[in-house]
DNA sequence: GAGATAGTTAGCCATATTCCTAACCAAAGG
DNA sequence: CCTTTGGTTAGGAATATGGCTAACTATCTC
């Protein structure tokens, strides 16, 4: 199964600053929707929609407790995104592994060569 | 200066398919928009407008010789996303700790009470 | 200079996203 | 049982996004 799909929900989640903000709060700690509500100056719906987009991508979840309902974050969550970036990091870094060795072969053939 | 503009950029050049895969591939090296577009089952404009939205987020840089355009990641840029990653994951392990310490704390307590 | 190649610009379309208000539902408190 | 509180659903508006085609421009090759 492609990481893309999960990859793309997981990037277009933390690609509005709202969203950001809201996983910087329940980094803190578990919060009601209501408790996370409150730094926004923004309609209770609006805010709700952020969180489900948050849930369905799988960075955060929630449970129902009567009335209230809190949300966690699932720090796990954010594996693959660590993942594609150290990918990227690796390739670009490889490349210049592989840069530095040919540099070096080079002085070494020249040194030969006298 | 605060650094969510930079990171709404960052994050929503990140959240499209497309746009990784070529990030991937310039991630190996240089290449031309010819040779960036082949991969992909798409309009040169369209690809094009890809990696403006890529330039535009300052995570590849483009240089016209004569007809041909290249294009270069730029490693530096993906900084600002990997440390808020890693603000978040201080912010939870740090939640940890302190859960950790409380409970060392509280079992001490038990220990001396007795 | 004509033809080929690499890329650019403009305009359009369909879909997605973000926010709103209004109305509603479920659970708690008095 | 009524009121309050916490959240949910529905529908709409404005904007953004990702793709297309057509036409064009700039540069290279012969």
């Known amino acids: 199964m492609s990481a893309e799909p999960r ?6 989640a933390l690609a509005d600053p709202t969203r950001r903000s809201l996983l910087s ?8 929707v ?5 730094p926004f100056d923004m309609a209770l719906p609006s805010l ?19 009335r209230v309902r809190t949300c966690a974050i699932v720090p796990e969550a954010f594996t693959p995104v660590r993942g594609w970036l150290d990918e ?9 592994d592989r840069l530095d060795d040919y ?12």
Chains 1, 2 share one sequence.
């Open 34 to 38: 209501s408790d996370l509500a409150q």
């Open 48 to 66: 709700m929609g952020h969180l489900r987009k948050l849930e369905d991508a799988g960075l955060i979840e929630t449970r129902k407790d009567g």
């Open 103 to 114: 540099v070096t072969r080079l002085m070494k053939e020249r040194q030969n060569g006298h």
């Open 25 to 32: 709060q329940l980094a803190r700690g578990p919060a009601s």
């Open 88 to 96: 990227q990091r690796a390739l670009w870094e490889g490349r210049l």
């Open 7 to 12: 990859l793309d929900a997981l990037f277009q």
